[in-house]
Structures are given as C-alpha cells and as structure tokens.
T-cell receptor
C-alpha cells in the first residue's frame, strides 16, 4: 500500500477556503486518490477521488500534482459541518485489493 | 443517510462472550466490507465479501468470522471476547470494483466489560 502523510490537524474559519494537503510519494501509476472524511460519531463518508486530472464535485475540489506524489483537497467555503477527520487514501485500480487503508488523517477544526 | 444499515447500534457484553453484528448493504451493492475503529489502532480493514464469497482479508483475528448471505446482508461474529475488542465496528458496501466508493453504515459500538 502506498504510504500517505497528512498534517495531524488544521484550523479554519467559517466561510473561508481550506486546503488539506496529502503526500503520497510511493503511489503507483494505477492508484486512484480517494478522500474520505469522518464527522464526529459517524461512519466515514466519501468526499472525492481522482487519478491524474483535477476533479470537482459539489462537496470539494481535488488538485493532483503533475507527478502525482501529492494532492490537495479544497473546501471552497468551510462550514461548521465540515469539521471532521479527513483521510487521503490511495486505492489500487489494478489489483484485487479493495480495502481502504486509513491513516491518522487530518483533524479539521472550523471556527465560527 | 448512506443507505447502509447496521444493527445493533450499541452492544455491551462480558469477556468470553460471543456476539453477532449485522449489516445490510445499499440496494444494488454486491460488496460488503467490515472495519474496526479503536482509539489506539484507528480504522482498520477486517474483511471483504463479494456476492457471498470472501474476497479480501485484513487484520482479522481468528476469533472473528464473517459471512455474506444470499440476500447480500452480512454478519460479523466475534467470539471469546476480550476487553481489547471494545471498538466501533463499521460496515461499508460498494458495487464491487476496486476503486468504487464505499458507503459506510453508522457503526456498532461494542463494549466488552
């Protein structure tokens, strides 16, 4: 499994953009980059994923570096509901290993 | 609401006992995954089933077993329980391809006294 490095915690103010970085320097060419988040007392939920190009959805944007060794999850306007632990997870599209390997993630605090 | 249901929400039992956790996947999903979340180990993958067959195994103890039934619901059986088995157990489901989104249930909180 590709290893990831994320900041332990980050803080933001409500209504401001948040950039959550992730380093995944050992990622393979067929690994997608998935982001999940876990709100307090809930199960993880999918946020976004991508392979090479930047991706946007209604929740967030994902910016992937050209060498794919890092990515950044962008929340355009943080809300209190975005306070959660964010996990960056490389997932192998080419093998039979379907599991999600969660690291420690980044605890995002959003201040009102 | 992810569409994945888990029962019970809470379970309190004693050491040495056996419990069964149940999971119903989202409609149309063929794969079920079980994860354990404890304070010291974080979220860890236990096992995956696809359309009734075991597909992948993670750090699942021999005292734990799982199965997926023809109606695609899954059960995780935990036996000879120890204090250290106290944790949140999450079930997730997906269509079944490697990079498919996994949808997680609300979890079962197991407390072993």
């Amino acid at each position: 499994d590709a290893k990831t490095t994320q900041p332990n915690s980050m803080e933001s103010n409500e209504e401001e953009p948040v950039h959550l970085p992730c380093n995944h320097s050992t990622i393979s060419g067929t690994d997608y980059i998935h982001w999940y988040r876990q709100l307090p007392s809930q199960g993880p939920e999918y946020v976004i994923h991508g392979l090479t190009s930047n991706v946007n959805n209604r929740m967030a944007s994902l910016a992937i570096a050209e060498d794919r060794k890092s990515s950044t999850l962008i929340l355009h306007r943080a809300t209190l509901r975005d306070a959660a632990v964010y996990y960056c997870i490389p997932t192998n599209s080419g093998g039979s290993n379907y599991k999600l390997t969660f690291g420690k993630g980044t605890l995002l605090t959003v201040n009102p | 609401d992810s569409g994945v249901t888990q029962t019970p929400k809470h379970l309190i039992t004693a050491t040495g006992q056996r419990v069964t956790l149940r999971c119903s996947p989202r409609s149309g999903d063929l794969s079920v995954y079980w994860y354990q979340q404890s304070l010291d180990q974080g979220l860890q993958f236990l096992i995956q089933y696809y359309n009734g067959e075991e597909r992948a195994k993670g750090n699942i103890l021999e005292r734990f077993s799982a199965q997926q039934f023809p109606d695609l619901h899954s059960e995780l059986n935990l036996s000879s329980l120890e204090l250290g088995d106290s944790a949140l157990y999450f079930c997730a489901s997906s269509v079944g391809n490697p990079t498919d989104t996994q949808y997680f249930g609300p979890g079962t909180r197991l407390t072993v006294l």
